[in-house]
């Protein structure tokens, strides 16, 4: 698996370089700034980015405008954002195509490095790994939208949940339910969102997001 590392800081973007090749992943570029990496996404091609927000020259949204710009020139290209910061709008901008194949960390939640490799991967593989604060964000930005505010207290933790990827399995042991449950849970929410429900747990997601990025305003 070839990966694309964008990190303005050095210790940091040389320590994912040494985490990931020790997991057996492959680093085809290391860059830090924001064309460095349009540049190396391009033409590299790679399976996956890891992608800082903030890089040179600016240190605004380099990274992820770069991110965008690619995934407009090579469709579909997996992108996992790494970020001490929730940039909304570009956040639900990455979402919004639908095709999968990205995720959204928080640096400072990121508690190990299986944790982060199986992320990685993930997203790589098209599915998406999101942190459950960005997304409780994006769910808090939308709450005043129907009908996602017609959604129950406890829907509301399983979509948070859904959409970072968890399974109905994983649902019911975090918020101590019977699977069950987990699935009437599933299944009322999909029904308020008329979104068609899916045992593909990917698909799901990606349903789920897009709905919330049609509905922001």
């Known amino acids: 698996m070839r990966v694309v590392i964008a ?8 320590g994912l370089v040494h985490l990931l ?11 830090e700034s924001g064309p460095e990496l349009l540049t190396a996404l391009i033409e590299l091609r790679p399976d996956v980015a890891v992608v800082d927000v903030r890089l040179p020259p600016t240190f605004t ?15 579909g290209l997996p992108v996992l954002v790494l970020s001490q910061h929730v940039e ?15 995720g959204y960390l928080l640096k400072d939640r990121v508690f190990n490095a299986d944790q982060f490799v199986d992320a990685v ?10 942190d459950p604060e960005v997304i409780a964000k994006l769910l808090a930005s939308t709450a005043r939208h129907q009908p996602l505010a017609t959604l129950t207290p406890r829907e509301r933790e399983v979509l948070e949940l859904m959409a970072g990827g968890r399974s109905n399995s ?6 101590f339910l019977s699977e069950s449950a987990v699935g009437k849970h599933t299944a009322n929410i999909f029904a308020k969102l008329g979104l068609t429900p899916s045992d593909d747990d990917n698909r799901r997601v990606l349903a789920v997001l897009a709905y919330l990025d049609a509905a922001r305003g």
């Open 7 to 14: 990190e303005d800081l050095y210790l940091l973007r040389d």
């Open 21 to 31: 090749q020790a997991h057996g992943l492959q680093v085809a570029a290391a860059v």
């Open 61 to 75: 949204d380099e990274g992820l405008q770069a991110a965008l710009a690619a995934r407009r020139a090579v469709p």
């Open 88 to 102: 909304q709008l570009y956040a639900r901008e990455l979402l919004a195509d639908g095709s999968g194949a990205v």
């Open 121 to 130: 991967r993930r997203v790589a593989a098209g599915g998406t790994a999101m």
């Open 170 to 175: 994983a649902i019911s042991q975090r918020l």
